[in-house]
């Protein structure tokens, strides 16, 4: 034993007397009569009237047994003193308790020294708990050891909210690194898919054309992975709209159905008369397939997925689930599979971990799902038992009312051409050359600037700019809102569209005027042209008509 370790323990024979530390009592203690046939005392009435947990062990029968446990031991753990007396606390533990936590506390005993430490215990009917204890040696006058004495404290919400607090940190800092990445990797697939574009309009020959498509294609599976990447960091850009739920879940049964397969049948449970949820359908769907591609996985014999509906008030507990108190709409998809276990599930919307094995996931599903519900102020929430199948519940805030659902318009395949002048601001080479080649090939005439600094000097001298298309995330101090805002301090009229592979908290609520739009990256040259058309004409509704004064 180190010198710490042996603060408080008496020698053999030592009594306590005034001038002994005044932490002696926490390591061990001493006693002058032992034996607990006389349980009349003010002490032993203290002891069982007390909230605080308390046993005794008797080191000198076989196996270190149980001999005392106070009446808030019994209510903490279930069981009645005549079940607990004569037997070793170990019965206490369970499959998840910690095995070096077991060993520290057998050596301490073994050493006759106490102990402090937190340890998960089972109760009677077999749930969980985290248990803060204390252990401490009881020697007789002789100083031979007659008791272990144990208090005992349940810190189970306190490690919980450790747990979640930590859990939010991880993700969080996971979520911040994923979004970086996802910026820099749209970039460069920006490039890659812009320039395979350009290259399959100017090569012949049904080989090359394969090939570039193959290549196509690796990029397209790129971007929608970014995408997935951007939603688990809640940084993608949502269009949200109000929603019928319920029809929403009708219309995508379909696809459901055939993506799960013939051995999975589906089964709809949907609450009539929803409220109305404001989200993004696309984004949604794309959470909900998800969701049923992992519960088909974890069925790989069939069975029944079940997608239900319905409405949950939120009031007291609100807060213990992270959400303000209110009206919200569930969306719930149960599965009859093999489950989870507790630590699987804790990390089941971590981006990249996946228990299906090579080539069969990328561990992305929930997590974009998680993403995209918390983005949209909702909660994701997974309910599993190994062997139990499991349920994963997404609430979304209620609207008021329902509203019918739209079928969403198609685009118009036609290239959208014009001759007006486009300012591109763009702070990677490859990236502002392709926006250029794809502007001037459509007719446009383009100026380009690398940065917002830059862009401004141009604004400043040039007489005709039709049209701002800058990127948001720049270097320097002026980003592309910043320039935004100060172009149309500058020219009122001025139409703005901006681009981004990565959109912060401030971009996600949406652009500051009606003249403002925001375009994905990677874009497509169709994509572009569709969204710098809708931007110029609503700017020219905006432009004061002939003989008008022109305000600003």
């Known amino acids: 034993m180190s010198e710490d370790d042996q603060v408080g323990v008496p020698e053999p024979g030592a009594s306590h007397s005034a001038e002994a530390p005044s932490l002696a009592h926490l390591k061990s203690a001493t006693i002058r009569e032992p034996g607990l046939d006389d349980r009349g005392s003010v002490f032993f009435a203290a002891i069982e009237m007390t909230r605080m947990p308390m046993i005794l062990t008797d080191p000198r029968q076989p196996d270190n047994p149980i001999v005392f446990a106070n009446r808030a031991f019994q209510d903490l753990t279930g069981y009645t003193q005549a079940e607990l007396v ?7 533990q369970g499959p998840e308790t910690n095995r070096e936590t077991v060993r520290e506390l057998r050596e301490a005993v073994e050493a006759s ?5 937190e340890i998960l215990n089972y109760k009677r009917d077999g749930s969980p708990f985290w248990n803060g204890i204390f252990i401490g040696p009881v020697f007789d006058e002789a100083g031979e050891i007659v008791y272990f004495f144990a208090s005992q404290l349940d810190v189970t919400r306190r490690r919980v ?18 979004a970086g990445l996802a910026h820099d990797f749209n970039n460069l697939l920006q490039v890659v898919s812009g320039n395979l574009e350009l290259a399959r309009g100017s090569v012949a020959g049904e080989r090359a054309q ?21 939603s688990f960091a809640r940084k993608a850009r ?21 993506t799960l397969g013939s051995t999975v049948s589906v089964r709809l449970d949907l609450t009539p008369r929803l409220p109305a949820v404001t989200l993004d359908r696309t984004n949604l769907e794309m959470a909900l397939l998800n969701v049923l591609i ?6 790989p014999a069939g069975g029944t997925v079940t997608i239900s509906t319905g409405t949950v008030l939120l009031n007291g507990d609100g807060r213990a689930r992270g959400l303000p108190p209110g009206d919200y709409v569930a969306l719930r998809v149960r599965d009859e599979g093999e489950g989870m276990a507790p630590h699987v599930a804790e990390r089941a919307t971590e981006p990249f971990f996946s228990t299906k094995g090579p080539g069969k996931g990328t561990g992305l599903g929930l997590a974009m799902a998680h993403g995209f519900v918390q983005q949209s102020r909702g909660r994701l929430e997974i309910e599993s038992r190994p062997k139990n199948g499991t349920t994963i519940t997404m609430l979304f805030p209620a609207g008021p009312g329902a509203v019918a659902e739209e079928e969403p318009t198609e685009r118009r395949p036609a290239l959208r051409r014009g001759d007006e002048t486009v300012l591109v601001v763009e702070d990677s080479d490859d990236v502002r050359a392709l926006a250029r080649e794809y502007l001037e090939s459509l007719g446009y005439q383009v100026l380009t600037a690398r940065d917002g600094g830059e862009a401004l000097e141009i604004l400043k001298r040039e007489e005709r700019i039709d049209l701002l298309f800058s990127d948001i995330v720049m270097p320097g101090s002026v980003n592309g809102l910043i320039l935004a805002d100060r172009a149309q301090t500058m020219r009122p009229d001025l139409p703005v569209l901006l681009t981004t592979g990565y959109n912060e ?10 003249t403002m739009d ?17 931007a110029l004409d609503r700017g020219a509704r905006k432009m004061p008509a002939p003989g008008e004064p022109h305000h600003g």
């Open 86 to 92: 004569g037997r070793n606390c170990r019965f206490l």
């Open 113 to 117: 020294r106490s102990v402090a430490t």
């Open 161 to 178: 909210s450790e747990q979640a607090f930590r859990q939010a940190q991880k993700m969080e800092a996971i979520g911040q690194l994923t």
């Open 210 to 230: 394969r090939q570039l498509a193959n290549a196509a294609g690796a990029a397209e599976r790129g971007a929608k992975l970014t995408k997935q990447l951007l």
């Open 238 to 258: 949502l269009e949200p709209r109000s929603l019928n739920l319920n029809a929403l879940v009708l219309a995508f049964a379909e696809v459901a159905e055939s």
């Open 294 to 299: 992992n519960a088909r996985d974890a069925m």
């Open 505 to 514: 908290d401030l971009v996600a609520e949406g652009p500051a005027t009606p």
């Open 518 to 534: 925001v375009l994905g990256k990677p874009y497509r040259k169709a994509e572009l042209a569709d969204r710098v058309r809708a």
